[in-house]
């Protein structure tokens, strides 16, 4: 690719992609915003499933926290690849614990690309870095 023809950051995002970019972004960002505000109810379905996990229950608020603050990151779109580089630690790090007790991992990973491609879908300055080919 010559740099006559490379994507700039100055370069906008067609409304296309912004929209299906945003798209892809609200199935997580949802999801995401939900388990990080449940970490705060201490019920019944919380502390069992942290129990499984081997997550003291007293863990929670502060797994809510990071949770919710990395999502908004996320969100924010002059900060939304640092969110989605963080989100990607922290779903990493809910994938091994889940791994540990022996559950499947196949919604992290679809997580992940779901993260990754709102993200490249909105922001120019990720797609300049990482461009790809017809």
């Keep these: 690719m010559s740099p006559t023809t490379s994507t700039t950051s100055s370069d906008p995002v067609s409304k296309?992609?912004?929209w299906t970019?945003?798209?892809?972004?609200a199935l997580p960002v949802l999801l995401l915003v939900f388990s990080g505000a449940m970490k705060f109810t201490r019920g019944p379905g919380l502390a069992e499933g942290l129990q499984?996990?081997?997550?003291?229950?007293?863990?929670?608020?502060?797994?809510?926290?990071?949770?919710l603050?990395?999502?908004?990151?996320?969100?924010?779109?002059r900060t939304a690849v640092l969110g989605a580089i963080l989100l990607t630690g922290y779903i990493?790090?809910?994938m091994a614990i889940h791994l540990r007790v022996g559950d499947a991992v196949v919604t992290h990973i679809l997580f992940g690309i779901l993260?990754?491609?709102?993200?490249y879908l909105?922001?120019?300055?990720?797609?300049a870095l990482i461009p790809l080919r017809r």
């Design 115 to 119: 993260i990754w491609g709102g993200v």
């Design 21 to 25: 970019g945003r798209v892809l972004s």
């Design 92 to 94: 990493g790090g809910a």
């Design 122 to 127: 909105r922001d120019p300055r990720l797609r």
């Design 52 to 67: 499984h996990l081997g997550i003291p229950l007293e863990r929670a608020p502060g797994l809510g926290v990071l949770e």
């Design 16 to 18: 296309k992609a912004l």
């Design 69 to 77: 603050a990395c999502t908004l990151l996320y969100v924010i779109p």
